[in-house]
C-alpha cells in the first residue's frame, strides 16, 4: 500500500535521488515529472512502468498542483515503481529507489 502525505514534513534524499521540474501553465504536469524522473532513474521505457493510478491518482495529483495558480499543498508523498516519490508544490518532484533509502 502507498504512503500518502500532504505535510510540510522534511524529507531527506541523497545525492542519488533525481529531481526533475513541473510548472504551473507548462506542458509538464506533476504527473509528466513522476513518470519522467522513475524513468530516468530506472532507464527504462515509459511503458515498461507500471500504472502510476496503481500508486495514486493522476488526475488528482494532477488537480491539486495545478488547479489553483497558487498551491497551498507543500507537497504529496507516496510510493510508484520501487521508488519513494515526493512531489511539491514549488514544482519539483523528486524520487528515489526504495532499496538505495
Do not use: C
Not at 501553465?25 to 506533476?30: D, H, L, Q, W
Not at 524522473?37 to 507500471?50: C, G, M, N, R, S
Not at 516519490?85 to 518532484?93: F, L, Q
Request: charged share 25%; no cysteine.
Amino acid at each position: 500500500m502507498s504512503e500518502i502525505s500532504a505535510q510540510d514534513n522534511t524529507v531527506e534524499f541523497s545525492e542519488d535521488s533525481i529531481t526533475p521540474e513541473w510548472g504551473q501553465g507548462s506542458k509538464n504536469t506533476p504527473v509528466f515529472a513522476v513518470v519522467s524522473a522513475v524513468v530516468d532513474a530506472e532507464e527504462v521505457d515509459p511503458a515498461e512502468l507500471p500504472p502510476l493510478y496503481e500508486a495514486i491518482d493522476p488526475e488528482a495529483l494532477n488537480d491539486l498542483f495545478t488547479s489553483r495558480s497558487e498551491s497551498s499543498v507543500g507537497k504529496v508523498e507516496f510510493q510508484y515503481a520501487g521508488h519513494d516519490v515526493v512531489v511539491r508544490g514549488t514544482g519539483e518532484v523528486e524520487v528515489q529507489s526504495i532499496h538505495q533509502a
